[in-house]
């Protein structure tokens, strides 16, 4: 069934693990059928219309800004609990700190900035990939 996509289930696919609609968002977005989108909702998320960028650019400063935050807290001595806990707003911001939580405590031999610094070049190259897949393969209805 094709699907008519909103502009959060085109976020959510983008951001897929750091957005709470991510899943359900990936499964809709790579079903075999067409997807459809309007030209209000593409102006949304990818700034067709102004200069800003949209929600997506929008989203995407926001998680990389609050990495570089986390560096620089980590380096002034602050632990990655200290600064979870610390969070006010952002739910995006906090589900990206507790997957970063996760790949830390695999590698517990690497120092934690290294890894948030790998995760956050990770993160950038798969938001231009996601960006790109969506308006290769979404028509505009």
Not at 91 to 98: C, H, K
Request: charged fraction near 30%; glycine fraction near 8%; charge should be negative.
């Amino acid at each position: 069934m094709s699907y008519f996509l909103d502009s959060n289930v085109i976020i959510g696919y983008i951001f897929h693990t750091t957005d709470h609609w991510g899943r359900a968002a990936v499964l809709a977005f790579e079903d075999p059928e067409p997807n459809h989108s309007g030209f209000a909702v593409q102006c949304e998320c990818f700034g067709l219309c102004d200069t800003n960028g949209g929600k997506v650019r929008t989203i995407q400063k926001d998680v990389v800004r609050a990495l570089r935050r986390l560096i620089y807290r980590l380096r002034r001595g602050q632990t990655l609990d200290q600064i979870i806990a610390g969070l006010d707003g952002d739910d995006r911001i906090r589900e990206t700190l507790e997957e970063i939580r996760v790949v830390v405590m695999g590698n517990p031999n690497r120092k934690i900035d290294t890894v948030i610094l790998e995760s956050q070049r990770a993160f950038e190259r798969e938001v231009i990939q996601r960006q790109e897949a969506c308006k290769e393969q979404l028509f505009v209805a």
